[in-house]
């Protein structure tokens, strides 16, 4: 693959053109037609980056803001043929070089182990990436989705 570039992006449309064509070549994880639109429309509003190789786009990241201690990975999608090559480290490492100027924790929340095989993949990802576990919600987003909010200290 050619040199991968991790750039910010502050164009909504663009945003939102980025974010849909990745998430929708990953069902696995963003299988709801209406949660998927509405994490597109939300990204619009956040500090965004993209991971493209040449003018491909590989995958993106953005963050919200949770609180004046902590910021959030939104929403990050790397597109299926590209996982596990080093590109969501990389979105994360954008992203942290932005959220340590303002916060000192970064969070995230996915489906907690053991209900679907993906997901199992995305927490050892975060894992690796320095995230503990903190807390499970149940039935935050319903029971057959418990909400793991994981968590990592960056200064």
């Known amino acids: ?19 849909k064509e990745v998430l929708l070549d990953l069902p696995e994880w ?3 037609p209406e949660s998927t639109e509405e994490y597109i429309h939300q990204v619009k509003k956040q500090p965004f980056w993209v991971a493209k190789s040449q003018k491909k786009i590989l995958g993106f990241i953005s963050m919200k803001a949770t609180s004046i201690d902590c910021a959030e990975i939104f929403c990050m999608g790397v597109k299926k043929d590209f996982h596990g090559k080093g590109i969501g480290s990389l979105l994360i490492d954008a992203l942290e070089i932005s959220a340590i100027q303002k916060h000192s924790y970064l969070q995230v929340k996915t489906v907690d182990e053991g209900h679907y095989k993906e ?30 909010v994981m968590i990592k200290k960056i200064c």
């Not at 693959?1 to 974010?19: R, Y």
């Not at 320095?130 to 418990?146: A, C, H, R, Y």
């Open 30 to 32: 963003f299988g709801l």
């Open 119 to 148: 997901y199992d993949k995305t927490i050892a990802f975060y894992k690796k990436r320095g995230f503990k576990k903190l807390e499970v919600f149940p039935t935050l987003w319903d029971e057959w989705n418990p909400c793991l």
């Open 1 to 19: 693959m050619k040199k991968i570039i991790i750039e910010e992006v502050t164009d909504k449309i663009l945003k939102e053109t980025i974010s």
